[in-house]
């Protein structure tokens, strides 16, 4: 399985941008799909995730109201439409897959494969 990030860029504070991540396979299919940001100096972080059992969808605090995650099955792509971006959301986003349950949703450890990042800069 191999996953691909990309749409990060620099936006400026308010604005908005859409990360996409596509699957080698039909990947968002057989695991569930989650979102993690590193900003420099802090570990990996969760963001968002969407299990495969039932689509259900969880998200930071931080991420709560302002982000969405989707999945695209056709395309064997995940999204995360980020709104109202803040410039404490500049990270490297990484998009990532596995068989997860409940309590381990946001747990990097818990996923499986891992796309290369994509970086997002939000500017004041």
């Known amino acids: 399985v191999q996953l691909q990030a990309s749409g990060g860029g620099l936006v400026q504070a308010g604005g908005s941008l859409r990360l996409s991540c596509v699957a080698s396979e039909q990947t968002f299919t057989s695991y569930s799909a989650g979102w993690f940001r590193q900003a420099p100096g802090k570990e990996r972080e969760f963001v968002a995730a969407?299990?495969?059992?039932?689509?259900?969808?969880y998200y930071s605090d931080s991420a709560k109201g302002r982000f969405t995650i989707s999945r695209d099955s056709a395309k064997n792509t995940v999204y995360l439409e980020m709104n109202h971006l803040i410039p404490e959301d500049t990270a490297v986003y990484y998009c990532a897959a596995g068989r997860v349950i409940l309590s381990t949703v946001r747990s990097p450890s818990a996923y499986n494969y891992w796309g290369q990042g994509t970086l997002v800069t939000v500017s004041s």
């Open positions: 969407r299990r495969l059992s039932g689509g259900s969808t």
